[in-house]
């Protein structure tokens, strides 16, 4: 069974993209663990660049971490790592430094609903 | 058709890998590279008909995106270079980027049919990858 949309996760958009790059299954799956591969890191790096102040490194974290999150419909992460970008980018980054546990919590909620796809067992 | 992207995300570049395939029947050979640094190397090695450049790169390894571009094409003023990026149509590093030399942008998520209006645009597509220099 195909699985429901939710905030962590909204199969439309993963549809959507397999769509717009007229992706098989296999190149999907393929798709799919890239991101879980390549995201944590991206997490890490947003953590440690806005421990050591550096807002620039953390907007940066933050941007690629959304753009990624999004096309994969990984919303409610996306939705969170567009507020800390913009957040850097203003150059407010306790208020960043905040809203880090609730990316991490969405990150961990987008891998679990991803890693099936990938052919991953959570 | 030799293709360079540069992206520092390999997610966005293998989306972008596999769009730029599927858009030229296969007929597309990839290069990547996740900075400046790594893009100019990879540039000087393989001389790419067509540079694919995230606007948003680490500037610690080499410069920025429009940094990139700035340079690329001081280097290299034939080289044709699609921006992609996330940023809204009309965004003023997307205008000053065109302004500066840049043929063509992408806006992210990437979808195959935009990337072969834009290599059709470039001629690619069309096998005259040739004239394109």
Redesign the interface.
Known sequence: MDPLPSDAFDPRVLAQLRSDLGLDDRETADMVRQYLAEAPGLEARLVAAAAEDNAPAARRAAHTLKSASAQFGALHLAALCREVEALAQGGHLPEARLRLPAVHAALAEAEAALRPLAGEVG | MRFLLVD?????R??LA??LR?ATQGRAEVREAADAKGAEAAFAEAKPDVVLLDM?????QGGGGLELLRTLLAAHPGARVILVT?LPPGHPDIVKALAQGAFAHLT??????AVRRVLQELDVEAGRVGHIR
Do not use: C, F, G
């Not at chain 2, 520092?8 to 966005?12: E, L, Q």
């Not at chain 2, 992210?108 to 049919?113: F, N, V, W």
């Open positions: 520092d995300s390999a997610t966005s293998l989306a596999t769009a599927n948003v790169l680490d500037e610690t996330s992210k998520p990437i979808r195959t049919d």
